[in-house]
């Protein structure tokens, strides 16, 4: 049986270098100088921004809102501070070179595709990749080719590719150009990245990893391995999803020589803003830092929290949030994220997002997503003892009520049993064809057999269930619908009620 990588020693880092926060250092530095302002943004430093707004959030986060100014470096062609900055991040992280993302992770995973492929070229994705893959796919002008994750049955999500669907997909298209992981999953299950990366490298291609959820892994030894430590190529992380960069503020790290950096750095200037947001850059430095000297105090916290959360989970009748014990029941389910917690609800007679919306207006807690099946939860260096307290008081109440709460839910249960998450449809115009193509717009019932121009995923977690160029199945239509009946959200087509759908016009 596989295991997770528990134990595993951490690299040394020089606590002398690593107790620098150069951007965040030099924008302290210059909120303090008195200077006349005559470059954007329009605010001055605050001096113009309506008094209420900055009565709510303070004067200092609008001193520090700056723009490229020699002071402060530049984002796109550094040299200084930001230089450092980034440098510190790559050392912290494992990398040979780390870019700062002011456009989140969703601008890191179109430049992991950008930054391999060439339009015709195909690329290895797992069908339940983020948006934001089929995002760079379009852009790319790639070919994807769609490799089937592991399905649980029993928990009823799906987990991550094995390195034998890796393996089996590589010698069927020997042409692609890089194959692309999500690890971990929105539910924090990892598969064996160590192998997979053996089976990618074996065929001389690129590991590109959207390790979004995973910003903590390289600081405990008690949590996954990380993909940097795995071996992979390029690397996405969003800062802000576990640890402590702010909203949108992410990073991308380099190892090896497989992928050209000038590439990269050329990607990232077409997909990043010219106006990089310097609060954004400063938390991202500040961020590795906390890290650096302090993570694995805070993780082990924040682990031991989790742990004693899910334990009690577990003692409520009718809850169930899956741990270790899940490791080696499916090929896919290789290591576990500890700190996320996903609480199955569907034996109290409730979807997913009937619970996500109970504990919210009820008892003010705040989960993560929902799903059909599940309400997921982020513990982090930020949540408290009283937080799982009250998460876990939530679902107690919610478990005694079950018989009142579930009244008239039993036909759509029995709907919920009966409808799964579709198989993948067939793919009959490449996304950017479809994504470009004329289109007309059909009542969503009647599009079966139609070649899909939109993405639609639930979300979060942003999954596709259709994209540009697939053909139209009965059971994703099925399967989107009851979703959005079950009270899910839809992003991505026009339509988000689900009346129409956009589809490539027919001559």
Known sequence: MPIQSVGRILRTLDPISQSRAPLFEAIR??????????????????????????????????????????????????????????????????????????????????????????PGDKILLPRNCHKSAIAGVILSGATPIFMDPDYDHDLGIAHGVTAATVECTLQAHP???GVLIVNP???????????IAEVVHAHGLPLL???????????????????????????????????????QASLLHLKGSRIDPNRVRN??????????????????????????????????????????????????????????ERLGQTPGFFALDETRLTVRVSELGLFG????????DRFHVQPEMSTLHNVVFIVSLGNCERDLDRLV?????????????????????????????PPLPPQALTPRQAFFAPIQRVPFQSAVGEICA?????????????????????????????????????????????QTLKVVKTP
């Not at 997002?353 to 919210?360: M, S």
């Open 353 to 360: 997002f009937d619970a996500h919306d109970l504990i919210n």
């Open 29 to 118: 530095d210059y909120c303090f100088l008195d200077k006349a302002p005559f470059h954007t943004p329009g605010h001055k430093q605050g001096r113009g921004i309506p008094a209420e707004l900055r009565e709510l959030l303070g004067e200092m986060v609008f001193r520090a809102d700056l723009t490229e100014l020699p002071e402060v470096d530049n984002l796109h062609d550094p040299d200084g501070v930001i230089l450092e900055a980034q440098t510190l991040a790559a050392q912290a992280y494992g990398a040979d070179r780390s870019w700062f993302l002011v456009n989140g992770s969703t601008c890191g995973v179109e430049a992991l595709v950008l930054s391999v492929c060439d």
């Open 454 to 498: 939109e993405i639609i995923s639930p979300y979060p977690p942003g999954i596709p269930i259709l994209i540009p160029g697939e053909v139209v199945t009965q059971a994703a239509i099925d399967y989107l619908l009851l979703v959005h009946e079950a009270g899910g959200f839809i992003n991505g087509p026009e339509d988000v009620r689900l």
């Open 175 to 177: 042409q692609a150009k």
């Open 393 to 421: 008081e939530s679902f107690q109440v919610l478990a005694a009520e079950r018989h009142a709460l579930n009244r008239g839910m039993n036909e759509k249960m029995q709907r919920l049993a009966q409808i799964q998450r």
């Open 209 to 247: 990893v959207d390790e979004a959820h995973g910003p903590h892994f390289a600081f405990h030894p008690e949590l996954p391995l990380s993909a940097l430590e795995a071996g992979a190529d390029l690397v996405v992380q969003s800062t802000h999803k576990v640890i402590a960069g702010m909203t």
């Open 267 to 324: 990607i990232l200037q077409l997909l990043q803003s010219t106006s990089p947001n310097y609060v954004l850059m400063m938390s991202l430095d500040v961020a590795r830092r906390q890290m650096a000297l302090s993570g694995e105090a805070l993780l082990t916290t924040t682990l031991a929290l989790a742990r004693s959360a899910r334990a009690r989970l577990n003692a409520i009748p009718g809850i169930h949030c899956f741990g270790r």
């Open 185 to 195: 999953t929105y539910y924090g299950v990892c598969g064996d990245m160590a192998r």
